[in-house]
């Protein structure tokens, strides 16, 4: 059952050229053209069924967040039509629909009733959106004094307990402390389980292919790709990265060699496979991968599945603050299958005390995955998904085992064998 059916929907806004600043210029130039069209979404043809966690990705100025606020009718089409069933609650700008002045309490009557939600309903529910919030100190303060984290933790309680049938959601979840994060991914997980629809604008990848039913990507206002979100994510990767290396190709033509270049080509030894920096990749390099290598117990690349692996990355950055940097892998199969992935967000690994230059260890005791080959892509980004240095196959691993059982990873168990039991 489509929830949400969009036809030949197209909207674009005027940008003003030389805008008058007294009533006499506006008075002298009403004849004259001013401003030009700016096409942000171009005949999009989409439809959204029942129950469906949908993701829409792209580069900033893509038309994600604008086709959200069509969606919540703050902003209308200049062509097209949009058709909605059901009750709709929205996370869009983070404060939207908030008074400055108004407590937190204030403010929860005031947006949800905003939502649609009768002054006796949302009595019955504020304890929860309060509790969920967990803001119970700081709930009679105007929100002006609360942090873009509290804005958030607010926003979020109000918004899934007016019990939507379809919840959209523009990148808010990237405010706020990790255990929070999770929290509200949890809830959302809730939301879909109990068959509510849900589309989400996110730059978080992973959340994509481990929550999502769908990935679109819209690209220049059009929709690029439409399926399933690893193939949508796995093309629009490829495209940065096909973006990114054009980009440094006309600088390398266009530039000398700096000294950080010609010091990228300098491969050091290490006691295991060691691998320079020339893979396909993207990111803006404000944090830059410079190295990386295996280190194991043997002597190779070829690693047994119940020894341990060490992964090294030698790093560089200009950025002043390195306390929301964070550092990722995730291991894949030859074909893509992705079998682990961990970051220092995710594991609340604390970063104040990361320099702008050194080195990051991760260390597997037990590799435990079964015997094949695998390829390990290295990422560092900050904590709302901008991808400072992503590089794909950055570490290739042949795994072996003396077991030779199937799947992906080895979980220990054992087998028990009794006698004198069963039928």
Same mark, same amino acid.
């Given at each position: 059952?489509?929830?949400?059916?969009?036809?030949?929907?197209?909207?674009?806004?005027?940008?003003?050229?030389?805008?008058?600043?007294?009533?006499?210029?506006?008075?002298?130039?009403?004849?004259?053209?001013?401003?030009?069209?700016?096409?942000?979404?171009?005949?999009?043809?989409?439809?959204?069924?029942?129950?469906?966690?949908?993701?829409?990705?792209?580069?900033?100025?893509?038309?994600?967040?604008?086709?959200?606020?069509?969606?919540?009718?703050?902003?209308?089409?200049?062509?097209?039509?949009?058709?909605?069933?059901?009750?709709?609650?929205?996370?869009?700008?983070?404060?939207?629909?908030?008074?400055?002045?108004?407590?937190?309490?204030?403010?929860?009557?005031?947006?949800?009733?905003?939502?649609?939600?009768?002054? =006796? @309903?949302?009595?019955?529910?504020?304890?929860?959106?309060? &509790?969920?919030? *967990? /803001?119970? !100190?700081? %709930?009679?303060?105007?929100?002006?004094?609360?942090?873009?984290?509290?804005?958030?933790?607010?926003?979020?309680?109000?918004?899934?307990?007016?019990?939507?049938?379809?919840?959209?959601?523009?990148?808010?979840?990237?405010?706020?402390?990790?255990?929070?994060?999770?929290?509200?991914?949890?809830?959302?997980?809730?939301?879909?389980?109990?068959?509510?629809?849900?589309?989400?604008?996110?730059?978080?990848?992973?959340?994509?292919?481990?929550?999502?039913?769908?990935?679109?990507?819209?690209?220049?206002?059009?929709?690029?790709?439409?399926?399933?979100?690893?193939?949508?994510?796995?093309?629009?990767?490829?495209?940065?990265?096909?973006?990114?290396?054009? =980009? @440094?190709?006309?600088?390398?033509?266009?530039?000398?060699? &700096?000294?950080? *270049? /010609?010091? !990228?080509? %300098?491969?050091?030894?290490?006691?295991?496979?060691?691998?320079?920096?020339?893979?396909?990749?993207?990111?803006?390099?404000?944090?830059?991968?410079?190295?990386?290598?295996?280190?194991?117990?043997?002597?190779?690349?070829?690693?047994?599945?119940?020894?341990?692996?060490?992964?090294?990355?030698?790093?560089?950055?200009?950025?002043?603050?390195?306390?929301?940097?964070?550092?990722?892998?995730?291991?894949?199969?030859?074909?893509?299958?992705?079998?682990?992935?961990?970051?220092?967000?995710?594991?609340?690994?604390?970063?104040?005390?990361?320099?702008?230059?050194?080195?990051?260890?991760?260390?597997?005791?037990?590799?435990?995955?079964?015997?094949?080959?695998?390829?390990?892509?290295?990422?560092?980004?900050?904590?709302?998904?901008?991808?400072?240095?992503?590089?794909?196959?950055?570490?290739?691993?042949?795994?072996?085992?003396?077991?030779?059982?199937?799947?992906?990873?080895?979980?220990?168990?054992?087998?028990?064998?009794?006698?004198?039991?069963?039928?």
């Amino acid at each position: 059952m489509e929830v949400i059916k969009i036809k030949d929907l197209s909207k674009s806004f005027k940008l003003y050229q030389d805008k008058p600043n007294t009533l006499k210029e506006r008075a002298l130039r009403t004849n004259k053209n001013t401003h030009r069209s700016l096409d942000i979404l171009k005949n999009i043809n989409l439809s959204i069924n029942k129950g469906e966690m949908v993701a829409l990705i792209g580069h900033n100025g893509s038309g994600k967040s604008t086709l959200l606020k069509l969606l919540t009718k703050i902003i209308y089409p200049n062509k097209g039509d949009i058709k909605i069933e059901g009750r709709v609650s929205s996370l869009l700008e983070l404060g939207a629909g908030f008074h400055p002045d108004f407590t937190g309490m204030e403010n929860i009557f005031m947006n949800a009733s905003i939502f649609g939600l009768t002054k =006796k @309903e949302i009595e019955l529910k504020v304890d929860d959106i309060i &509790s969920f919030s *967990e /803001l119970e !100190e700081f %709930i009679h303060n105007p929100v002006r004094t609360y942090s873009s984290g509290m804005y958030m933790r607010l926003a979020f309680a109000v918004a899934i307990n007016i019990e939507p049938d379809i919840l959209l959601v523009d990148e808010v979840l990237a405010v706020g402390d990790a255990s929070f994060q999770r929290k509200c991914l949890n809830r959302i997980k809730e939301l879909k389980n109990a068959g509510k629809t849900i589309v989400l604008v996110t730059h978080d990848h992973g959340v994509v292919e481990r929550m999502c039913d769908r990935a679109i990507w819209l690209h220049n206002g059009e929709v690029k790709n439409d399926g399933h979100p690893k193939d949508v994510v796995n093309e629009y990767l490829r495209y940065l990265a096909d973006r990114d290396q054009e =980009k @440094e190709s006309k600088q390398i033509q266009s530039q000398t060699h &700096s000294e950080e *270049e /010609l010091a !990228e080509n %300098i491969v050091e030894e290490e006691s295991a496979s060691s691998h320079s920096v020339d893979m396909k990749r993207w990111g803006t390099k404000e944090v830059k991968i410079m190295k990386m290598a295996v280190v194991s117990e043997d002597v190779s690349n070829h690693i047994y599945s119940e020894s341990g692996l060490k992964l090294i990355i030698d790093y560089t950055s200009n950025l002043v603050d390195m306390s929301s940097v964070v550092f990722g892998i995730a291991i894949h199969t030859l074909d893509k299958v992705r079998v682990y992935g961990t970051n220092t967000q995710i594991e609340s690994i604390s970063r104040k005390k990361i320099s702008r230059k050194g080195r990051v260890e991760l260390y597997f005791p037990q590799l435990n995955l079964i015997e094949g080959d695998y390829s390990i892509d290295i990422a560092v980004h900050d904590e709302t998904g901008k991808m400072f240095d992503y590089i794909t196959d950055a570490v290739n691993i042949r795994v072996l085992s003396e077991v030779h059982d199937v799947g992906y990873c080895r979980i220990p168990h054992k087998w028990t064998f009794t006698e004198g039991e069963g039928n």
